[in-house]
């Protein structure tokens, strides 16, 4: 593993002795010992998905459920040759992992992949399964807020922010010149056949095009399919989304009794370079 993470306090590069992360000012970082380090400073804006929360993503992601995507944003990282990757706002790391797999089934090297999230429990689910992959081929995670990311100046190649609030500043910072920015939201129709289950009128999701300063929107493309939903992951994909906050319990129960449940998925990526 390359390392991405630089010291919070000092912006220093960290080194790692046994179970600690120290830069050269002496600040020492922990590792956990599901593998991640909290670079936590205290006063993170924004807050992470709740310990439930993060769970059902991790149950739903592990049955490949938005391969579709997946497989997709791995593609454009192939092909614009991005050899570190960062996902901020990373949750418990599918789409990090799948892009890994991406890189080793096509014998193709990448430096380092790297995710960061506030949700401490999110992050230790994904850095969990790395203990399991060769040294050379780990995700470094750390609990780190995207607002203040512990990462150099014109150090990634590539910033992912799927579902999460889009760190526009920061990732100009730390992307390098010709760094790219994949940014990934909700097509109209994402989760129709869910929305159709829970309530009586259902309306196309928003989609309007956000523009961020200094960056250039190069390309905006639709990925969608048509999946499934097996047994108890349909209950995690509803605690996934906003609709679960929304809903009123009479509306979600009905959920309960579905076996199985057939529904749009809808992704849009939109990828900007810096300009
Ligand atoms: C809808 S989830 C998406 C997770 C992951 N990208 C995925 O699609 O599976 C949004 C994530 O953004 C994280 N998040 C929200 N605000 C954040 C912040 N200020 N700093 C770091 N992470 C944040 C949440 O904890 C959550 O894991
Ligand atoms: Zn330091």
Excluded at 59 to 73: I, M, P, Q
Excluded at 232 to 239: K, P, T, V, W, Y
Aim: charged share 25%; hydrophobic share 35%.
């Amino acid at each position: 593993m390359n390392r991405t993470l630089i010291c919070p306090k000092c912006k220093s590069p960290l080194t790692q002795t046994e179970n600690t992360l120290k830069c050269g000012n002496n600040h020492c970082y922990d590792i956990a010992k599901q593998g991640y380090v909290n670079l936590v400073l205290g006063s993170s804006k924004g807050s992470g998905d709740d310990k439930a929360m993060c769970q059902s993503r991790h149950k739903f992601h592990s049955e490949d459920y938005y391969n579709c995507l997946s497989r997709r944003l791995s593609e454009i990282c192939i092909q614009n040759n991005c050899k570190s990757v960062l996902d901020a706002g990373c949750g418990e790391g599918y789409y990090l992992r799948m892009l890994r797999d991406a890189y080793v089934n096509q014998d193709k090297s990448f430096h380092s992949l790297c995710g960061i999230d506030l949700a401490k429990e999110a992050v230790a689910l994904g850095a969990k399964l790395e203990k399991q992959i060769p040294e050379e081929h780990r995700i470094e995670y750390a609990v780190a807020g995207i607002f203040d990311m512990p990462i150099a100046d014109n150090s990634v190649d590539c910033l992912l922010s799927v579902f999460a609030p889009v760190p526009d500043k920061e990732a100009m910072r730390v992307l390098k010149k010709d760094g790219i920015m994949l940014v990934v939201s909700p097509g109209e129709k994402h989760l129709e056949g869910l929305k159709s289950a829970v309530y009586e009128n259902i309306y196309d999701n928003e989609t309007a095009q956000k523009d961020f300063e200094g960056f250039t929107l190069y390309n905006r493309e639709y990925v969608g399919d048509t999946i499934t939903v097996q047994g108890e992951n349909i209950i995690n994909l509803f605690h996934m989304t906003p609709y679960y906050w929304k809903t009123s319990e009479k509306d979600a129960e009905k959920l309960n009794s579905l076996s199985k449940l057939t529904t749009k998925i809808e992704f849009i990526i939109s990828f900007y370079k810096k300009s």
